[in-house]
């Protein structure tokens, strides 16, 4: 088991751990603040290093129900029981994190299922099961009055015995906690949305900074593609 330290601070660029295991090109480690890919965020990419050694980092990933640190083909690996830093790239995780942060804001301005999402550093879509046209303007309007409202952002963990003695909680969720775990993590943006999220989120909206909406696609006839760009 891995200690996932990306989960309840997801502003940690590093971190030193020791190495548990290592399989072909992937490594295992105590703790961590690398996310792997999940939830349409694409895994942490950075360095690990260690006495007299240290690899790129090219992905994060489960892999045989661990947290596997993907490296560079033909790189050096550490030996089982090492010490090691762990550094993420961390320009790149934090345009995933203002991606994923504006994603929700996305969500909580169309009000339709989601049936899917991707999230990059350079651009994001999310799409929605709806029929009605997108008003482009309006939604990008919408976004940046709740980017510049500047709305707190939080995670909080859950027991779903907790979730039960709060039908109410359950009923404000814009998604539906998944059940079978014992604990759920739950992201809330004040005053705008509250859900089961797994992924690494801004401390407050106005970090997502200058966002805007790209195209917005017509995938079939109950289906919208929203695309979102930052524009720096
Ligand atoms: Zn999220």
Same mark, same amino acid.
């Given at each position: ?30 703790? #961590?603040?690398?996310?792997?890919? *999940?939830? !349409?965020?694409?895994?942490?990419? =950075?360095?690990?290093?260690? +006495?007299? &050694? $240290? /690899?790129?980092?090219?992905? #994060?990933?489960?892999?045989?129900? *661990?947290? !596997?640190?993907?490296?560079?083909? =033909?790189?050096?690996?550490? +030996?089982? &029981? $090492? /010490? ?149």
């Amino acid at each position: 088991m891995t200690t996932e330290l990306f989960r309840d601070d997801s502003y940690l660029k590093s971190c030193n751990a020791t190495v548990m295991g290592t399989g072909e090109q992937c490594v295992f480690v105590d703790q #961590t603040v690398f996310y792997p890919l *999940g939830g !349409g965020q694409p895994g942490d990419t =950075g360095t690990l290093s260690w +006495d007299g &050694g $240290a /690899a790129r980092i090219v992905d #994060t990933r489960y892999v045989d129900g *661990g947290i !596997g640190h993907i490296v560079e083909e =033909g790189a050096a690996m550490p +030996d089982v &029981g $090492a /010490a090691v830093e762990l550094t993420i790239d961390w320009d790149r995780r934090y345009r995933h994190m203002r991606m994923h942060t504006a994603m929700h804001l996305l969500g909580s301005i169309l009000l339709y299922p989601v049936t899917g999402g991707n999230i990059s550093a350079e651009k994001s879509r999310l799409d929605f099961d709806m029929e009605d046209t997108v008003d482009k303007e309006a939604v990008s309007e919408a976004l940046t009055r709740l980017v510049e409202d500047n709305h707190p952002v939080s995670c909080r963990w859950i027991t779903e015995d907790e979730l039960d003695a709060n039908p109410e909680l359950v009923r404000t969720m814009s998604v539906q906690p998944p059940r079978g775990k014992g604990s759920i993590r739950l992201l809330e943006i004040a005053g705008v949305d509250l859900q089961p999220c797994g992924g690494t989120h801004l401390r407050s909206t106005a970090e997502v900074g200058a966002v805007r909406i790209g195209k917005v696609e017509k995938k079939g006839r109950q289906n919208r593609r929203v695309n979102i760009h930052l524009d720096d």
